[in-house]
């Protein structure tokens, strides 16, 4: 099966500072990632999509500058949580889309579970 | 707006029954759904792809059906077991959505001994 990996699995951090989270599709090419977050006993809300080789596209309400998103190949995003602050405190999963004999799908990474303090 | 809607939000059963889970959405231009496993503080487990060119898919003890027509899906588990607790998760992948997911609220499953 497709593997995606995260790291950090968790981080925490001081109010004010800026973490990096990277996606990695580990056994595919992905040229489209997402980026979720979850907060406790609720569904995953889309913040993002990552296409290789251009800028990411935000979902409404989601602050660009906040949370900064580069797919630098085909194996690799990253997600910058800048300025972090008690609020940014959720699980963040990426997945990547892989596709196979015309049929697309997504493979979760483990999340990454960031509390800012 | 495309929405995906799952029911019941809890359910807790007694080992080896048999059970259904609830997924609807309002968009019949369906590309596929996915049926996905949380477990607490993880991340997703694929469980079951569904084109919208079929009607159902099963692995093992798990299967899935898609009718377009009415906007629902299904999973079924048979024989649960206490392993089986986890939050199920459905999502909806649409036409002209750029492969995005639209995932529902989730089913959070308990099976007692």
């Known amino acids: 099966g497709a593997v995606v990996s995260q790291h950090p699995s968790r981080v925490i951090c001081k109010s004010g500072t800026s973490v990096k989270i990277e996606c990695r599709s580990l056994d595919f090419q992905a040229t489209t990632m997402f980026w979720y977050r979850q907060f406790p006993k609720q569904s995953l809300m889309l913040m993002a999509t990552?296409?290789?080789?251009?800028?990411?596209?935000?979902e409404q309400g989601v602050e660009k500058d906040k949370f900064l998103i580069n797919h630098a190949s085909l194996t690799l995003s990253t997600l910058t949580v800048t300025s972090a602050h008690p609020e940014d405190s959720s699980f963040y999963i990426c997945?990547?889309?892989?596709?196979?004999?015309?049929?697309?799908?997504?493979?979760f990474g483990p999340g990454t579970r960031l509390t800012v303090l | 707006k495309q929405e995906v809607t799952q029911i019941p939000a809890a359910l807790s059963v007694p080992e080896g029954e048999n059970l259904v889970l609830n997924c609807s959405f309002t968009d019949s231009a369906i590309y596929n759904l996915q049926w996905f496993r949380q477990d607490p503080g993880k991340g997703l487990t694929s469980l079951l792809l569904?084109?919208?060119?079929?009607r159902e898919q099963t692995s093992g003890r798990l299967n899935a059906s898609l009718d377009k027509s009415s906007g629902r899906s299904t999973l079924y588990i048979a024989a649960s077991q206490p392993g089986d607790s986890a939050t199920y998760l459905c999502?909806?992948?649409?036409?002209?959505?750029?492969?995005?997911?639209?995932f529902g609220a989730g089913t959070r499953l308990a099976v007692h001994p």
């Open positions: 569904i084109q919208s060119s079929q």
């Open positions: 997945s990547a889309t892989r596709t196979s004999g015309g049929a697309q799908e997504q493979f």
């Open positions: 990552s296409n290789e080789g251009s800028k990411a596209t935000y």
């Open positions: 999502a909806g992948r649409f036409s002209g959505g750029y492969n995005k997911l639209i």
